[in-house]
């Protein structure tokens, strides 16, 4: 190959030291180029030392002996195909890409190529060096489109689990909102049946005072049917006996409220009783002997009975 040769490698891109190397091993910008192409995953440092150990073959060659006497080699040629080469390299190179080992050299002198031949040939190699780069950029977009499609698919298929996710949550936030609904019309159920006892309650001591005062024995009251243990959140029994609990509630709104209460009566429904009464949401409870607070939210879960509130208790609203 020319010095001229060698620009065109270097203007194509290449590195000077693989574009030299090339065009030693090689004799025209055809057979540098696939050369360069074959050995492009190679590091130069590696293409040097198998150029030095093809450097070291070539003086120990003793092929000369095929010459007649008194005449130089000028050429390799390939005794498997008949093709020629101007020096080891080229021959070499040869040998890589078709694995033909049968070599002999020749005294025809191969002829250089005229300038016009080299512009042909530049011109060519020139198209295959495009047409090779734009397959290769068709193979990237390829590929490239290929990624984005999974990508996509892989998007997709996250956003619709979130979606999943979503709707398995919204439909047991539905189904807790339903039973707390339930569980408050359970409540205010057995609080309202309470309230009614209470009243009941209430009217009939009034007409005992009432009738002690006027010196006659008390009417007996008109029995309501008893409601039942899961409206009143216990037994109907009232007195000072394990299953009552008999409250005075001290409010800042209506003074002291006397209530009697089954001992399995929550907190939540005395508090929502109180309310009903003052008008005012009862945030906590406190008694004195010992000093505790129960507070809402926390403690009035408690049945009266847990908190100690049976047989009876003085306890502040708050």
């Known amino acids: 190959m020319t010095t001229a040769d060698l620009d065109v490698l270097l203007s194509m891109g290449f590195e000077q ?24 995953d190679k590091s130069l440092e590696e293409l040097q030392a198998q150029n030095q150990a093809s450097a070291e073959d070539e003086d120990e060659d003793t092929t000369g002996a095929n010459i007649p006497s008194g005449e130089t080699a000028k050429s390799l040629v390939c005794n498997e195909c008949g093709k020629k080469f101007r020096n080891h390299d080229q021959a070499t190179f040869h040998a890589t890409k078709t694995d033909h080992q049968d070599f002999s050299e020749s005294t025809d002198e191969i002829a250089p190529l005229t300038e016009e031949e080299k512009k042909a040939r530049l011109e060519e190699l020139r198209q295959k060096l495009a047409a090779k780069r734009a397959v290769q950029s068709e193979a990237e977009k390829e590929t490239a489109k290929r990624n984005e499609q999974i990508r996509m698919k892989a998007t997709r298929d996250s956003q619709e689990l979130k979606e999943e996710l979503q709707r398995k949550e919204r439909i047991k936030e539905a189904e807790r909102k339903k039973q707390e609904k339930i569980a408050d019309a359970e409540a205010k159920k057995r609080i309202k049946a309470k ?17 002690l005062r006027e010196g006659r024995a008390p009417q007996a009251p008109v029995v309501a049917p008893a409601a039942p243990l899961s409206a009143l959140g216990g037994s109907s029994a009232s007195g000072s006996s394990a299953t009552t609990a008999r409250l005075r509630i001290q409010t800042k709104q209506k003074g002291n409220l006397m209530k009697t209460y089954p001992s399995e009566t929550t907190l939540f429904e005395v508090a929502h009783a109180v309310e009903e ?19 809402a939210g926390v403690d009035f879960g408690l049945t009266l009975k847990e908190a100690g509130f049976v047989p009876s208790a003085v306890i502040i609203a708050n």
């Open 195 to 211: 309230i009614e006892a209470d009243k009941a309650e209430r009217k009939r001591k009034e007409e005992e005072a009432k009738a």
């Open 277 to 295: 009464e003052t008008g005012v949401p009862v945030q906590s409870f406190q008694i004195n002997f010992p000093r505790k607070t129960f507070e």
């Open 17 to 40: 030291a693989r574009a030299e190397i090339a065009a030693k091993k090689t004799g025209n910008l055809q057979q540098a180029l696939d050369w360069l192409e074959a050995n492009q």
